[in-house]
């Protein structure tokens, strides 16, 4: 069996049935089963069209569903509109489901749930796994999401910043259970990339591309984080890194740049440096400030305070600081690095300690601990910060 060959069907034939008439939650069952059937069946009989296979047993499940619990009058009905037999129209509306899946009345983690089990053709287990929550909170939260959006048009516009939005939050899981949910989001943007020309479609896919092309260099064996400036750049994947920066070179020549596109010039810039040292830190604060013009985000003020810190002096980067909230997620950590830089290790040790306590991940926290725990290997026991 060619699992890659069915995940990439699945989209396309589940938009066809949807198109035909069958409602979201309906037809993602009968797809679901045709996909079964076709395990069963394929390393045997090979259909000579595979889509058209997808297609027409899917409906039929969904007709023999359908005729199952409507009345007779609708079951005839539905006989009569069922299409005559022939080669599958090459229409692809794997657009439309992605704007369905990230319909604005779904949260978040339905949304990519959901993105993830229709477009993307990963089972619910697959899913659950990659979360890292039962099978069966899994299923309810699907199944919530399609019934959700059974009702909506197909044929409404979608908003494609919530589609883009979505498809970050999917690469931002990283790897996880057996689905790298990081590659996953790639392939899906690349798809969406191939039917619709946006600038920020093309940004996304760059800023994945070339933050992807820094993965085996992210970890050390032993697991632990190893910052940006410590990374082995020769483990850095060239070829994503070229591709993301020509991507990236063709959106911002079309002149209108958006949050993705601003993301990925500032990852272009990383990249791009033979060295940490030679990071041109100049040029990243004024990316910065371009997406601080088109986000208003405290995240990005937060960065930027970092970039600000690296390319003017420490000094500066805190009193940029010294003006956000210190509420925000991770400013300890950011306080405590420009805090070491500025000279001030005392300070540093115990803003370390603070961010390690209130880390998100326990890579992280590990981290930071490690940092806090090398500072005061400095002190005397009695002057430690943390005592």
Same mark, same amino acid.
């Given at each position: 069996?060619?699992?890659?060959?069915? &995940?990439?069907?699945?989209?396309?034939?589940?938009?066809?049935?949807?198109?035909?008439?069958?409602?979201?939650?309906?037809?993602?069952?009968?797809?679901?089963?045709?996909?079964?059937?076709?395990? &069963?069946?394929?390393?045997?009989?090979?259909?000579?069209?595979?889509?058209?296979?997808?297609?027409?047993?899917?409906?039929?499940?969904?007709?023999?569903?359908?005729?199952?619990?409507?009345?007779? $009058?609708?079951?005839?009905?539905?006989?009569?509109?069922?299409?005559?037999?022939?080669?599958?129209?090459?229409?692809?509306?794997?657009?439309?489901?992605?704007?369905?899946? +990230?319909?604005?009345?779904?949260?978040?983690?339905?949304? !990519?749930?959901?993105?993830?089990?229709?477009?993307?053709?990963?089972?619910?287990?697959?899913?659950?796994?990659?979360?890292?929550?039962?099978? +069966?909170?899994?299923?309810?939260?699907?199944?919530?999401?399609?019934?959700?959006?059974?009702?909506?048009?197909?044929? &409404?516009?979608?908003?494609?910043?919530?589609?883009?939005? !979505?498809?970050?939050?999917?690469?931002?899981?990283?790897?996880?259970? %057996?689905?790298?949910?990081?590659?996953?989001?790639?392939?899906?943007?690349?798809?969406?990339?191939?039917?619709?020309?946006?600038?920020? !479609?093309?940004?996304?896919?760059?800023?994945?591309?070339?933050?992807?092309?820094?993965?085996?260099?992210?970890?050390?064996?032993?697991?632990?984080?190893?910052?940006?400036?410590?990374?082995? $750049?020769?483990?850095?994947?060239?070829?994503?890194?070229?591709?993301?920066?020509?991507?990236?070179?063709?959106?911002?020549?079309?002149? $209108?740049?958006?949050?993705?596109?601003?993301?990925?010039?500032?990852?272009?810039?990383?990249?791009?440096?033979?060295?940490?040292?030679?990071? %041109?830190?100049?040029?990243?604060?004024?990316?910065?400030?371009?997406?601080?013009?088109?986000?208003?985000?405290?995240?990005?003020?937060?960065?930027?305070?970092?970039?600000?810190?690296?390319? %003017?002096?420490?000094?500066?980067?805190?009193?940029?600081?010294?003006?956000? %909230?210190?509420?925000?997620?991770?400013?300890?950590?950011?306080?405590?690095?420009?805090?070491?830089?500025?000279?001030?290790?005392?300070?540093?040790?115990?803003?370390?300690?603070?961010?390690?306590?209130?880390?998100?991940?326990?890579?992280?926290?590990?981290?930071?601990?490690?940092?806090?725990?090398?500072?005061?290997?400095?002190?005397?026991?009695?002057?430690?910060?943390?005592?």
């Amino acid at each position: 069996m060619d699992d890659a060959l069915l &995940r990439s069907l699945t989209p396309s034939v589940l938009a066809i049935l949807v198109r035909r008439g069958a409602d979201f939650a309906a037809a993602e069952d009968a797809v679901q089963d045709a996909l079964v059937e076709a395990v &069963r069946v394929w390393p045997d009989e090979p259909p000579r069209d595979p889509k058209g296979w997808l297609v027409t047993v899917a409906w039929r499940r969904f007709l023999d569903t359908t005729r199952a619990e409507l009345s007779r $009058r609708r079951r005839e009905s539905a006989t009569d509109e069922e299409p005559a037999p022939g080669p599958t129209p090459a229409v692809d509306d794997t657009l439309q489901l992605y704007f369905l899946c +990230a319909h604005p009345s779904l949260t978040p983690s339905s949304a !990519v749930a959901l993105t993830l089990r229709a477009v993307g053709g990963l089972t619910t287990r697959q899913i659950a796994r990659a979360y890292l929550v039962p099978e +069966a909170t899994m299923a309810q939260r699907i199944s919530r999401a399609k019934r959700t959006v059974s009702g909506v048009r197909f044929d &409404r516009p979608g908003d494609v910043a919530t589609v883009l939005r !979505v498809l970050y939050l999917v690469f931002n899981e990283g790897y996880s259970g %057996d689905v790298d949910l990081a590659a996953e989001a790639i392939r899906l943007v690349r798809q969406l990339a191939a039917g619709y020309d946006h600038p920020e !479609v093309a940004g996304l896919l760059a800023l994945m591309l070339l933050h992807h092309a820094r993965r085996a260099s992210r970890t050390a064996p032993d697991g632990s984080l190893v910052p940006l400036a410590e990374q082995d $750049r020769g483990r850095w994947d060239t070829m994503l890194i070229a591709e993301g920066v020509a991507i990236l070179q063709a959106a911002l020549a079309r002149d $209108r740049l958006g949050e993705y596109q601003a993301q990925a010039a500032i990852a272009a810039l990383h990249a791009d440096a033979p060295t940490a040292e030679e990071t %041109d830190w100049v040029q990243i604060v004024e990316w910065y400030d371009e997406l601080l013009r088109l986000t208003g985000s405290p995240i990005v003020r937060l960065n930027r305070a970092v970039a600000v810190g690296e390319a %003017d002096g420490p000094h500066a980067g805190l009193a940029e600081l010294a003006t956000l %909230d210190d509420s925000l997620p991770r400013h300890p950590a950011v306080a405590a690095y420009l805090h070491e830089r500025a000279g001030d290790a005392t300070t540093a040790a115990r803003l370390y300690a603070e961010a390690a306590y209130k880390a998100p991940t326990l890579a992280e926290r590990d981290h930071l601990t490690r940092q806090a725990a090398r500072l005061n290997s400095r002190f005397p026991l009695r002057e430690r910060p943390d005592r």
